[in-house]
């Protein structure tokens, strides 16, 4: 066999090797490789809760599958949901996010609680989280704009150990 033609003979053996190996695998490899090692599966639709608490503060972290923002002192939400606009309570006046997508995030607050105005964490470098906002307060009820890169899934939960600080979490999916 000459050269050329044994280059062509080992080419051709590697691809049907290579079509084998993928034709072999198990069934979830394929699925694992597309989701990556993340398997998020929260989706991107209105999540809504209970609980009331005063934010103390508002911190951001970064994580391989999401970012995350936390908001510390709080116990529970009303409503967390994608809208095309974040407006204040009230007077429905918009406030301006950076990001593709934005998340309205809306808690009970003692009536009697100041707003929260700051400081916002800085989002610089992350992922999918571009900004937070104050969005304002009305009538018992507290609000926070949260600007993200694109409509990705995200999920909402508190927590509220004895002897720590309550907090509510919101972690935003960085692919789907």
């Known amino acids: 066999m000459n050269g050329s033609r044994r280059r062509l003979t080992i080419a051709l053996a590697g691809l049907v090797m290579a079509t084998v190996a993928v034709i072999a695998a198990p069934a979830g490899a394929g699925a694992l490789t597309r989701a990556g090692s993340c398997g ?3 989706g991107s639709l209105p999540k809504t809760g209970t609980g009331a608490g005063d934010v103390t503060s508002i911190r951001a972290g970064q994580h391989d599958c999401y970012d995350r923002v936390v908001f510390d002192g709080q116990r529970g939400f009303n ?3 994608y809208v095309s606009q ?3 309570d009230g007077a429905g006046t918009p406030v301006p996010l950076l990001g593709g997508a934005f998340l309205q995030v809306s808690m009970r607050t ?7 105005h700051g400081p916002f964490p800085d989002a610089r470098g992350f992922q999918t989280l571009r900004q937070v906002a104050g969005a304002g307060g009305f009538e018992g009820y507290e609000s926070f704009g949260i600007g993200v890169r694109a409509r990705l899934p995200f999920r909402v ?3 509220d150990a004895q002897g720590s600080n309550p907090r509510l979490v919101v972690d935003i999916a960085h692919r789907w």
């Open 86 to 88: 974040v407006t204040t």
């Open 110 to 116: 003692p009536s009697t609680s100041p707003l929260f």
């Open 40 to 42: 998020i599966t929260w």
């Open 157 to 159: 939960f508190t927590v």
């Open 79 to 81: 409503e967390v949901r």
